[in-house]
């Protein structure tokens, strides 16, 4: 007897999400403490001032992404799933992805592993490009739907 139901995975994506928000907000205050704890094990040139912006910045554009997850997964538990507010949803999603990914780029002339996360962040932004673009056709085939008699 399998009691896993779409409803009870929904919402456990839902908890793990806040628990990834709750995770962000203190990272905020884990960030200096990670730099400086980084600095002094690299054995390269020190560049703290530039992690701690760069991680702020991070954790910044994760947090209204995990935000905005939130709503979204809000939305599919009330059975709005292919709403134009998903498709926004979506789209900043993406939006704070490559965002994440220009900024590790960034930090790729100064470490080069940092590109490891710029791919997988960009990579990530692409799919959720992608999923914006079959909600957002879903959407619009919904809405001719809806007018048609």
């Known amino acids: 007897m399998n009691h896993w139901t779409p409803s009870r995975s929904l919402k456990l994506t839902r908890l793990l999400n806040i628990a990834t928000i709750f995770l962000g907000v203190a ?3 884990c960030i200096p403490i990670c730099t400086e704890w980084y600095d002094a094990v690299s054995g390269q040139e020190p560049i703290r001032n530039l992690l701690n912006v760069i991680f702020y910045l991070t954790v910044f554009l994760a947090l209204i992404a995990l ?25 900043i999603i993406s939006w704070c992805c490559f ?42 085939l919904r809405e001719e739907q809806d007018f048609t008699i």
């Open 99 to 140: 965002g994440i990914s220009a900024l590790f780029l960034f930090l790729t002339f100064y470490r080069f592993l940092a590109f490891i996360v710029a791919f997988a962040a960009g990579f990530f932004g692409l799919i959720m490009r992608v999923l914006k673009n079959v909600f957002e056709l879903a959407v619009n």
């Open 27 to 29: 990272a905020l205050f």
């Open 67 to 91: 935000w905005k997850l939130n709503g979204l997964l809000s939305r599919i538990i009330h059975q709005q799933i292919f709403v134009s507010e998903n498709v926004t949803v979506l789209r």
